[in-house]
């Protein structure tokens, strides 16, 4: 079974300039999810989709975050315009219903973002 | 969304037992226990997962009290590539909105030869 698949793998860019990252979830699996995890710190979930609608934004920031995930199956997150605080690496989890509360989430490679 | 409290780190030679304990106080009824492993560079990876007494996968091994205040995660005799992260979350799940999606800052395990 394929995992879940991110690119790209590293971005370098200024600030203010924009930036997006993409996200392929295991095929199958409903639930998609983005985290930031800065250097140091366990990954902030940013935001959790169910099929193509939103479960939870409430960590992500607005006036320069956005993510979609149209169809139910890939996702983009978009910084526009990034900030030197963004430097972090981008994470994509998705997961699937097992009939138990808690589904187990598989993370992709991740996104290191480096803001000059 | 119950919070957790890990030991920033620990440090283990090889072929011992490590057990690493995680305080959950607030913990609601409904709320799972999960544990996820990160290496460098890599995202993380499900462990194991319980709601109350003892559980056990080929990986570890998931210790609850009757309370379920505290968890511990057991894994046997270590091996220098279970160096890593290791993240203790509570929650319901994503499938009611509540769900066990806060990291914390985890503890690094360092296994030492």
């Known amino acids: 079974e394929a995992g879940v698949a991110q690119s790209p793998r590293y971005k370098i860019i200024e600030k203010r300039q924009s930036v997006a990252f993409w996200c392929n979830p295991i095929?199958?699996?409903?639930?998609l999810y983005w985290y930031q995890q800065i250097l140091g710190q366990g990954p902030k979930l940013l935001i959790q989709?169910?099929?193509?609608?939103?479960?939870?934004d409430s960590q992500l920031p607005k006036d320069r975050f956005s993510a979609e995930r149209l169809k139910g199956v890939d996702s983009t997150l978009k910084i526009q315009p990034a900030k030197l605080e963004d430097s972090a690496v981008y994470l994509c989890a998705s997961s699937s219903p097992q009939g138990v509360p808690t589904d187990t989430q598989y993370f992709g490679p991740g996104t290191r973002l480096t803001v000059l | 969304l119950a919070k957790t409290t890990q030991p920033i780190s620990m440090d283990s030679y090889e072929g011992q037992e490590v057990n690493i304990t995680c305080s959950h106080n607030n913990i609601a009824t409904n709320d799972y226990i999960t544990w996820y492993q990160q290496f460098p560079s890599q995202g993380p990876r499900f462990i194991i997962q319980?709601?109350?007494t003892k559980v056990t996968n080929e990986v570890a091994s998931l210790f609850i009290p009757a309370d379920r205040k505290s968890s511990t995660l057991s894994l046997p005799r270590v091996s220098l590539s279970d160096t890593a992260v290791y993240y203790c979350l509570v929650g319901e799940g994503p499938q009611t909105g509540a769900n066990n999606l806060f990291f914390g800052t985890g503890t690094r395990l360092t296994v030492i030869p």
């Open positions: 095929s199958g699996h409903a639930t």
């Open positions: 989709f169910q099929n193509n609608g939103v479960v939870d």
């Open positions: 319980g709601y109350k």
